[in-house]
């Protein structure tokens, strides 16, 4: 019979003398003097449709106890203030292909409510631009205009920049000043259309047809204000039944000389319930900036002087549960409710912008809150999802550039996208710090990372944000939040740093370089 000493070693020590798995190992190496690019903020951009709970009941609601007496969620506020949302795109998605801008604008119980075609509900429009765009200045953010290029025409959207940027004397600003507003709100970011290559968007043309439509609103916009950044509509649809490539080389063919941004649209989801190839997804995600890098730079081969075109992902998320029939439409359409293992796969996403900085100036998670949302409400209250923790780290911390960043580490075999490794990684350097964003995809196993400073030596305390569980399909919930960050510190000297960072996680270090 064991004595209670023997007993209490046997309960601690249950595996002793069975082989236990080594710890996987990892090498990460940063030169600060390697930049990609300077990191745009407009990265940790979001977006805000007309589409279920997204405004009404979620930035905005009337008559709730909860809202300042403009109708704002000011506890939504808060938890978009401290998502450090840089940018907000409005006021769609597909939602922008018939939204007529002057419907909402004016006495709100004057304004005409409509039937709204693309989500299946009845647009009230007490939401327009002037509260998008009040909202969008209290709050700090760069707004983004989504124009309707599919049911709209020339007229009403070079009117709709007028009455934005203009400052006086024309019948826009008159009528703009007339709704309460004096001076102009300057609105520099504008979209051609939403999705125009797919045939579920109101008013779908082809390439030919939408890049000559999209020229003529183009040329009316800029003569309006020279100073707007225009996106196109490039293709929505890759890998799908749309010629992806040959969409965005016609596009460019017609607006490069009118164009700041290529938009490009990627959800990604796990339908299949395989961990390891739905976190594979961001491989993807980079090659298709690749491709779209090359191809606007085939496109602008021919240009004179030195005209840039960027990226813009003006939406992006995990998406694939709330689609299609009931879920897809009416006044709680598309409220996804997210796991771990979505938070790990929007923090790859996010890496991945980070390391293709020089092409990807615009980023917009899709959406800000109630649909496929960081953020999600009820009458009481709100909770922060799972996605939430993520992009929160990214936009308060890795700003200034991107540094390449060399990684050696296990990988394992996927079907689709072939030897991935288990560590994804981003680096980003600003005044000093460094701040090294590491996702490991492995789902058992922690991994020791050293870290290597190549020109810099570590300064002593460092900075530890993870974002982890036990389970990775762990939900947070209305009083229950079982994924959130969860900080520490540790202290290193010298040009290496060492970390373990935990099996299916998110870490982001934040060191002193000198």
């Not at 007529?100 to 004057?110: A, E, M």
Request: hydrophobic letters at 35%; glycine letters at 8%.
């Amino acid at each position: 019979m064991l004595n209670r000493r023997e007993f209490t070693l046997a309960l601690a020590t249950p595996l002793l003398g069975l082989a236990q798995p080594s710890a996987l190992k990892a090498r990460i190496k940063l030169d600060t003097e390697r930049i990609i690019s300077p990191i745009d903020p407009k990265i940790y951009g979001n977006f805000a449709e007309h589409l279920g709970r997204c405004i009404e009941g979620g930035i905005f609601e009337e008559g709730s106890p909860l809202s300042d007496s403009r109708g704002y969620r000011k506890d939504v506020m808060q938890a978009i203030k401290d998502l450090h949302v840089t940018q907000m795109r409005w006021p769609g998605g597909n939602f922008a292909s018939n939204y007529h801008w002057k419907d909402g604008i004016g006495p709100r119980d004057q304004r005409p409510p409509r039937l709204e075609m693309a989500w299946g509900t009845i647009e009230s429009n007490r939401f327009g631009t002037h509260e998008f765009l009040d909202y969008s200045e209290m709050m700090g953010m760069e707004p983004y205009i989504c124009t309707n290029l599919g049911t709209g025409d020339w007229n009403e959207v070079q009117q709709w920049v007028e009455y934005c940027n203009q400052p006086e004397g024309t019948a826009m600003a008159k009528l703009r000043k007339q709704n309460g507003r004096e001076k102009p709100w300057k609105v520099r970011y504008w979209g051609l259309g939403n999705e125009m290559d797919g045939p579920w968007q109101m008013g779908h043309r082809s390439a030919e047809d939408y890049g000559k439509f999209a020229l003529e609103a183009a040329k009316l916009m800029k003569w309006t204000d020279p100073d707007v950044q225009l996106i196109a509509a490039g293709s929505s649809n890759f890998g799908g039944n749309i010629d992806w490539v040959g969409w965005n080389r016609t596009v460019l063919a017609y607006l490069k000389d009118h164009m700041e941004y290529l938009s490009l649209h990627t959800y990604v989801g796990n339908s299949a319930n395989d961990y390891y190839e739905f976190l594979g997804n961001s491989i993807e995600l980079n090659a298709r900036i690749k491709i779209a890098a090359g191809i606007i730079e085939s496109a602008l081969a021919t240009s004179p002087g030195h005209k840039k075109i960027y990226i813009a992902f003006d939406e992006w998320n995990v998406w694939y549960r709330a689609r299609g029939g009931a879920k897809g439409r009416g006044r709680n359409a598309l409220e996804e409710r997210y796991n771990l293992e979505d938070a790990l796969s929007v923090a790859t996403m996010l890496n991945t912008f980070v390391n293709n900085a020089d092409t990807v100036k615009i980023a917009n998670m899709a959406q800000i809150v109630n649909v496929i949302a960081p953020i999600f409400t009820n009458q009481q209250g709100l909770f922060l999802q799972t996605i939430y923790y993520p992009l929160q780290l990214f936009a308060a911390n890795a700003r200034g550039t991107a540094l390449e960043t060399f990684v050696d580490c296990p990988t394992y075999t996927s079907k689709k996208f072939g030897k991935v490794p288990y560590l994804d990684v981003s680096t980003s350097y600003d005044q000093g710090t460094a701040i090294i964003n590491v996702v490991n995809r492995h789902l058992e196993q922690e991994i020791e990372v050293e870290i290597e400073a190549q020109d810099k030596s570590f300064g002593g305390k460092f900075e530890i944000a993870t974002v982890t569980g036990n389970d990775i399909k762990a939900e947070n919930d209305f009083g229950s939040t079982k994924i959130k960050t969860v900080t520490s510190t540790d202290t290193a000297s010298g040009h290496k740093l060492r970390h373990r960072v935990p099996a299916k996680s998110y870490t982001q270090i934040k060191a002193r370089l000198s």
